[in-house]
């Protein structure tokens, strides 16, 4: 039995296909809180369950062999730092509780690029990064790095347990959207009149989920694994974006000072207009601070990760939006 925590969300449901997929004789158990999402139409086992609620968990992981705990809140909006905390952290310490009392054979954690402090920027960022820490960091890159702390204190006491750190994910599935989602289907919709300076790293959903599979029998105990497709800047995606629909990208680009400085309005007319703040100053703070240099070489290694050229990723993404209706929607 593989358990999956998280498996309404993007990463979780594309994980559930591939598991259904694989392991045909082998059941899959999803937790889900209020949707199933993307992955609602597969033969899997539906449980009701909370990471906040550790006697649920006790219930969704009897039997189970291995574990993937993807549920998370993920979040730039400043104003939710404290419910980030507490999903990410205390959800994470009831699920290694759980597993420990469960006797759960494999963790397989998924954190996020965002726990590794990403200075020195001209320094290649491996799995040998400091951990952020300290309020100079938002409060969900905190909540990665402080989640995997209860994950290795799980191991201290006896748990077998493995850490995937994905860069940006971008993908097919993505149900929510996700704030990648977003961009690409608000560039679509020409809902962003300016590009700004600066860039992130992406990684494609499926190939995060191949690494996944991996890690269930091939990573080391304890160990963490690095999940990159490589650096794009704004530009680059936006051009990405036009490439693959023929909607023209924007051509001026808002100099990252001028654009640190209209942030807090944006996001004040963002939830104005009901919508999702995507130009938060903590996203600012990511796309102009973000390690260009970010190296998957262990995860290459020991899982045999490849990451796909990120114009198949977003074409791909397209794709998939249009099946759903989505690109015409005005939400």
């Given amino acids: 039995m593989r358990v999956i925590t998280g498996a309404s969300g993007h990463i979780g449901g594309v994980l559930a296909r591939a598991l259904v997929g694989r392991y045909d004789a082998c059941p899959v158990r999803a937790i889900f809180r209020k949707r199933r999402g993307t992955a609602a139409d597969l033969d899997v086992e539906w449980v009701n369950g909370d990471i906040l609620d550790k ?11 291995v574990v993937f705990h993807l549920a998370a809140l993920v979040s730039i909006d400043p ?33 996020s690029i965002h726990a590794y402090n990403q200075y020195p920027l001209d320094e290649v960022l491996d799995e040998g990064r400091d951990s952020v820490d300290g309020p100079r960091h938002d409060a969900y890159a905190r909540s990665k790095a ?44 020409r809902r962003i009149p300016a590009q700004i300076a600066g860039g992130f790293d992406c990684v494609d959903v499926r190939d995060v989920v191949d690494a996944a599979v991996a890690a269930e029998t091939q990573a080391r105990c304890g160990e963490n ?23 023209a990208a924007p051509r001026f680009v808002f100099p990252m000072f001028l654009a640190r400085f209209w942030a807090p309005f944006q996001v004040i007319l963002d939830r104005s207009r009901g919508r999702r703040p995507l130009y938060t100053p903590a996203a600012l703070r990511f796309v102009s601070g973000g390690n260009q240099q970010v190296s998957s070489a262990k995860a290459q290694a020991e899982l045999g990760f490849r990451s796909r050229p990120l114009g198949d990723s977003v074409r791909d993404t397209y794709r998939w939006f249009d099946e759903q209706g989505m690109l015409g929607e005005d939400g």
């Fill in 55 to 65: 006697k649920s968990l006790l219930t969704a992981f009897t039997g189970a062999e």
């Fill in 79 to 111: 104003g939710r730092g404290e419910k980030v905390h507490t999903t990410n952290v205390s959800g994470t310490r009831n699920v290694v509780e759980a597993a420990l009392e469960c006797g759960v054979r494999r963790l397989v954690y998924f954190s």
């Fill in 146 to 189: 402080a989640g995997e702390t209860e994950v290795r204190r799980g191991i201290d006491r006896g748990l077998d347990a493995v850490i995937l750190n994905p860069t940006g994910v971008i993908g097919p599935f993505d149900g929510g959207p996700s704030h990648m989602g977003q961009f690409f289907l608000d560039l679509h919709r």
């Fill in 225 to 247: 694994y690095i999940l990159s497709g490589g650096w794009y800047s704004m530009r680059d995606l936006a051009l990405l974006s036009q490439h693959a629909t023929g909607v």
